[in-house]
């Protein structure tokens, strides 16, 4: 028992330096506040074919809603300027991304509204003047929403 006792703070110190080295908190990353910008995308043969980034994404495009967007917008009390906003500043996010869909990519873009909604918003691009917006997402908080 005193042998145990006599090591205890070096497996306790051990065990910190383990859990310290798979956060990394020594080189300050804070993987959850990284920006998130690009994601491969794998083929079925393997090889990486593009890249989730904002090339194909023009920020400043003129949007057009679908009714579904409009009815998520209306339900989850989404403004037409709150989506320009998350257009503009929002981060991508490529796990909700997808450049493989059809007619055209979407792009998930994720962020805070000047009234503090945490908003995901996915836009469709099919050319660099429009693009769609094809859903609205309240991050924080579920709404009742009935759209078809």
């Known amino acids: 028992m005193k042998s145990l006792q006599k090591y205890l703070p070096v497996i306790l110190l051990a065990l910190l ?26 083929t079925r043969s393997g090889k990486a074919a593009a890249t989730v980034s904002d090339a194909l994404l023009n920020r400043q495009a003129r949007l057009e809603y679908t009714r579904h967007a409009m009815c998520r917008m209306d339900c989850r009390h989404v403004t037409k300027g709150e989506v320009e906003e998350i257009l503009a500043k929002g981060k991508i996010n490529p796990d909700k991304s997808n450049l493989q869909d059809k007619p055209c990519p979407t792009y998930a873009l994720e962020g805070y509204s000047h009234e503090g909604q ?22 924080d908080k579920d709404w009742s929403c009935s759209c078809e």
């Not at 908003?119 to 991050?139: G, M, N, S, Y």
Request: proline content about 6%; overall charge negative.
């Open 118 to 139: 945490h908003l995901r918003i996915v836009f469709a691009p099919c050319d660099q003047e429009h693009a769609k917006v094809i859903t609205c997402i309240d991050l």
């Open 17 to 42: 330096l383990l859990a310290g080295w798979h956060q990394e908190w020594w080189k300050g990353n804070d993987k959850s506040s990284a920006p998130i910008t690009e994601k491969p995308v794998v």
